[in-house]
């Protein structure tokens, strides 16, 4: 990052940190760049699920231990034997930001929308026959098959059923009105998103309470993660995500911030395009997927082992989903084997495409060695190094890419992996893996979906549907003495107090 956006991000700081604006009560967060929207149902970003769940809201909610709690339910559905139905209560008196209240109608034509228009909605939208409003209170959502995941998809604030009042719902939505605890009082592009409270917010009971105890919340954009770790430092900021694990003895050793450490948070992934390009072929694939040394990667993203496992399981050790299933194939590290694939392929030399960033430093690092061992291998490697919106925007293009470089933490639903799904901008479409994938998500007994979910894992490695680096542990920071944020991939802030 040059010199000259290192010297802005410090001025627009400081900027802030003389703004009237920064009243008591005010928590500022640092994130790693832009939302690009405010509209979560067509983001599958981390940077808009961060800021948008404190002013939209689902159906359903995860609590601390990830299971599903109503928000603007009423309750739990009630699930006609044959799983075909879900007849959702609605939570009266709740009120959107434009003061108009929330009924069955706006639930309908915004679950709608979201079958229509969200990655996660489109996966399953040939599953539902209708989403009717049965009464002002009540919808109905009929399928055609069962479907064992489908609260975890109404809980998810990543691409999410958002519910919008139906006077606005359109295929783009420019202005978002939401429920949440906080509002949209000003957005000033690359400097700060400002929430305000909401003073007719209605609360949701038990798991889902939200305090509302800041008087605001503002988001920073900071895309240089050195700046991050300093803000964070000086007290300029009371929370920041997305930190260098080198930072973290400074961090922990400072009286101002204490480290967050999310032990593990997930995994790097390298996603494979599967539509166009060199990786349609299985063998340039199995090619990449032998060359990679996954040891060096992680050591050079993260620096210690106190940060990474080199493990190939999807799910790591204590989770419900583990399984070993497929992982023979996994940190292969043998650039000559991989070289047997190229010459099977008839390479010819063509670039392979790797597009990444460096507002996720650790993404780049990997993509460094990662470029060495595969051209060690015999390919030719061309490295696309943008900032996160651009990325963002690029992967949404197949012509531009063969492979992107993200990560994603460990989610309590498999389903929610929007790559297993054909309809994923990645285009996955193996016939073997559909075929599993729709017995998994129409299974609801467990332990037939563990069984049926290591199948599953099994043809990722065998066809390579998508390359795990491992698991990672990540670190953000916060104010020393800051309670009310529980550690999470999506921090939220309603309930924050930092202690005078």
């Known amino acids: 990052m040059s010199n000259k956006l290192n010297l802005l991000n410090l001025s627009t700081a400081a900027i802030l940190a003389g703004s009237p604006l920064l009243a008591a009560g005010t928590i500022d967060v640092a994130i790693i760049g832009e939302p690009d929207t405010f509209d979560p149902m067509v983001s599958t970003k981390d940077v808009v699920s961060i800021v948008t769940q404190h002013f939209v809201e689902t159906l359903y909610t995860f609590d601390e231990s990830w299971s599903v709690v109503p928000l603007l339910a009423a309750a739990m559905p009630e699930i006609g034997e044959d799983g075909l139905t879900y007849t959702i209560p609605l939570r009266e008196g709740v009120t959107f930001h434009d003061g108009s209240s929330m009924d069955s109608a706006d639930v309908v034509a915004s679950v709608e929308r979201w079958l229509d228009v969200a990655s996660r909605g489109m996966a399953i939208a040939d599953r539902v026959e209708s989403v009717e409003a049965t009464g002002p209170s009540e919808v109905t959502v009929t399928l055609t098959e069962p479907y064992a995941p489908l609260l975890s998809l109404f809980a998810f604030s990543n691409s999410a059923a958002a519910i919008y009042p139906e006077e606005i719902v359109a295929p783009q939505i420019e202005t978002v009105i939401g429920t949440g605890p906080y509002r949209l009082e000003a957005h000033e592009p690359d400097r700060y998103t400002q929430l305000v409270r909401f003073e007719d917010y209605t609360q949701p009971e038990g798991a889902a309470a939200r305090e509302q105890i800041p008087d605001e919340i503002r988001f920073v954009p900071v895309p240089d993660t050195n700046t991050r770790v300093e803000g964070l430092l000086s007290g300029q900021f009371a929370f920041a995500d997305s930190l260098p694990t080198e930072a973290f003895d400074r961090i922990e050793e400072s009286d101002a911030a204490e480290p967050v450490l999310l032990e593990p948070f997930g995994w790097p992934i390298f996603a494979v395009n599967h ?226």
């Not at 999807?314 to 419900?320: A, D, K």
């Not at 063969?402 to 933490?409: F, G, K």
């Open 275 to 500: 539509k166009q390009g060199l990786l349609t072929d299985l063998d340039i694939r199995k090619a990449v997927q032998a060359a990679l040394p996954y040891d060096d990667m992680l050591f050079a993203a993260f620096g210690d082992d106190r940060f990474f496992q080199t493990e190939g399981a999807l799910y790591p050790e204590g989770w419900t989903w583990h399984t070993e299933a497929g992982t023979e194939l996994y940190n292969i590290n043998d650039q000559e084997e991989a070289a047997g694939y190229l010459e099977e392929a008839d390479y010819d030399g063509t670039p392979l495409r790797i597009l990444t960033s460096r507002q996720y430093e650790f993404h780049y690092q990997m993509a460094e060695v990662a470029q060495m061992a595969l051209e060690m291998a015999g390919f030719t490697v061309e490295m696309a190094v943008v900032d996160w919106a651009t990325l963002a925007q690029n992967r949404d293009n197949p012509e531009l890419w063969d492979i992107y470089i993200t990560h994603a933490p460990f989610l309590p639903e498999p389903a929610l992996i929007s790559t297993l799904f054909a309809t994923s901008r990645e285009g996955w479409d193996n016939p073997k893996k559909n075929e599993i994938l729709d017995r998994f998500t129409s299974e609801s007994d467990p332990e037939a979906r563990l069984e049926i979910f290591a199948e599953l894992q099994e043809i990722a490695y065998e066809d390579v549907g998508f390359i795990k680096v491992g698991n990672f542990n990540a670190l953000q920071g916060q104010a020393r003495g800051m309670t009310g944020v529980a550690p999470s991939p999506w921090p939220t802030f309603w309930n924050a107090e930092i202690a005078q």
